[in-house]
């Protein structure tokens, strides 16, 4: 008699943990579709476009419009918790040469940290430094971008993925 | 601490020379006239904001006070005037936010603060001075010196706010207030410069903003004006090229119809040689016809000759042939006659016989041949 209990209790947990494994791996299932589907509905909105200048910024992550401000060139600021991006129209007959010297003139007393290809890095000689992150980007025949990352430099590494996921969704 | 202000209040008040070095920085600056300018003047923002330490913001607004003299530099050398002004009076709001962060950083006992102090003072001195050069100048219009003479009031203000703030200090020296009483009253004070340089940057704000706006408008008007010079060159260049276009077919309609004309005048040469070439033909088809009928005239004159000279000699030949008959019939008459007298043999009268015969038949022969 125990033994057809102790049977009974046996086939009971049993069935119990593989309908519990099913319904998991169905909650994973449906969880990884609406993921996708929220990567695609995100992909297909946009953030910021601008016509005129032919620029368009997906929607990603966290980060959010702050202002455009339309002057001699085109600037739009995006933030991201302690990170901020200005992205910037340059005249294309301009090198990233003589861009990377005028930044640096505008900047002050700053430590040059990388100089590379596309790419210019420095941080402020402050207490607390910020740290700015220069990228250049070739958009059409009259003009190209800079995008401009901006964030303390105690949370540089943190800002890092949000940075490259940004320059991503930049057309 | 009364060595500093001292300091400060004798560089605002004798702003003389020393600007040299300071000039020969200007070369560092962004140029108003900048496509970047906008954009370094927006980093500067953004800078400002992720910087929390006031000590740090107060030496940030302190570079940027400084940048802005400079650029005002730049902008008074290309002759914007307007432009100059706008950044002198940045300059000092920077300046004022510059001494509100650091208020509040000696309210919060920051130690750096003092020596932040220090290096303000030392760039408000440089400012100042400069400031004093900029107002000495002979080609600066009247209304920009009235800009810079209320920049350096408003440096008077910042150097009137460091007094406060020795003075404080001195209570707290002399134990008139306590430690926190210090604080307490400084951080009074930092609120007020706080408000007062809120209120300022706000207002210069507002103003670059606006110069901003009017110097968009301004490039856009120049723009306009460049594409209006652009389209006016382009219709110059459309009228001149419609004009060499009509020269140019004209030239070509006179062409064709020199072309036309020579082609005619070929034509009508062509024609007159055609004709020319076809009396000469058709004269040397009469020559020849007239050749012909007169080579045919002497062969009809030829044949005729010939057969009159036939007939002649046919009638010789019959002379001849009727003289023969006759001598022959003479001959025989006579023959006979020899016969008759030697007596006739009657073989030969035979051969006389068959004689007569052929000469008859040649007789009937020869007038049937005539």
Request: proline share 1%.
């Amino acid at each position: 008699m125990t033994k057809k209990w102790h049977f009974a209790f046996i086939l009971f947990f049993i069935t119990t943990l593989l309908v519990g494994c099913n319904g998991e791996t169905e909650s994973d299932n449906s969880a990884e579709v609406n993921q996708k589907e929220n990567v695609e509905s995100e992909e297909n909105e946009l953030l910021y476009v601008n016509e005129a200048y032919g620029i368009s910024i997906a929607q990603n992550a966290d980060w959010t419009f702050e202002s455009e401000v339309v002057s001699a060139n085109l600037n739009v600021v995006l933030s991201h918790n302690k990170l901020e991006a200005i992205i910037s129209t340059v005249s294309a007959d301009r090198t990233f040469e003589e861009i990377k010297q005028e930044l640096k003139s505008g900047a002050g007393d700053v430590e040059v940290i990388s100089e590379e290809g596309h790419t210019l890095s420095y941080k402020s000689k402050l207490k607390n430094a910020v740290r700015t992150d220069v990228y250049f980007k070739e958009h059409n025949d009259s003009k190209n971008l800079i995008i401009i990352f901006m964030s303390p430099n105690s949370e540089y590494e943190q800002a890092k993925p949000n940075i490259k996921s940004l320059l991503n969704h930049i057309n | 601490m009364k060595k500093q202000l001292f300091s400060l209040v004798l560089g605002a008040g004798l702003f003389v020379g020393g600007g040299q070095v300071f000039a020969n920085e200007t070369e560092e600056v962004v140029s108003p006239d900048s496509e970047l300018y906008d954009t370094t003047r927006i980093m500067e923002e953004v800078e400002y904001d992720l910087t929390d330490d006031a000590s740090d913001k107060a030496i940030l607004q302190d570079q940027y006070a400084t940048e802005r003299l400079k650029e005002s530099q730049v902008a008074m050398e290309s002759g914007d005037i307007e432009t100059a002004e706008q950044l002198v009076e940045e300059s000092n709001s920077s300046a004022e936010q510059a001494d509100a962060d650091l208020t509040e950083a000696k309210s919060s006992g920051d130690e750096d603060a003092e020596e932040v102090e220090e290096s303000l003072s030392k760039s408000l001195e440089e400012r100042s001075k400069e400031l004093t050069k900029l107002l000495e100048r002979e080609d600066l219009p009247e209304e920009a010196k009235q800009g810079i003479s209320n920049a350096i009031k408003q440096v008077e203000n910042v150097v009137q706010r460091a007094k406060q703030r020795e003075e404080l200090q001195s209570k707290l020296v002399d134990g008139e207030i306590t430690e926190e009483e210090f604080k307490s009253e400084m951080k009074v004070l930092a609120e007020t410069f706080k408000e007062e340089a809120k209120k300022n940057r706000e207002e210069a704000k507002k103003n670059r903003e606006e110069a901003r706006k009017s110097r968009e408008e301004a490039r856009k008007s120049r723009e306009e004006a460049r594409k209006s010079r652009a389209k006016a060159k382009e219709r110059e260049e459309e009228l001149r090229e419609e004009a060499e276009e009509r020269e140019e077919e004209a030239r070509e309609e006179a062409e064709e119809r020199e072309e036309e004309a020579r082609e005619e005048a070929e034509e009508r040469e062509e024609e007159a040689r055609e004709r020319e070439e076809e009396a000469r033909e058709e004269a040397e088809e009469r020559e020849e016809e007239l050749r012909e009928e007169a080579r045919e005239r002497e062969e009809e004159l030829r044949e005729e000759a010939e057969e009159r000279e036939e007939e002649e000699r046919e009638e010789a030949r019959e002379r001849e042939e009727e003289a023969r008959e006759e001598a022959e019939e003479r001959e025989e008459e006579s023959r006979e006659e020899d016969e008759d007298e030697d007596e006739d043999e009657d073989d030969d009268d035979d051969e006389d016989d068959e004689n007569s015969r052929n000469e008859g038949k040649d007789n009937s022969r020869g007038r049937g041949n005539q």
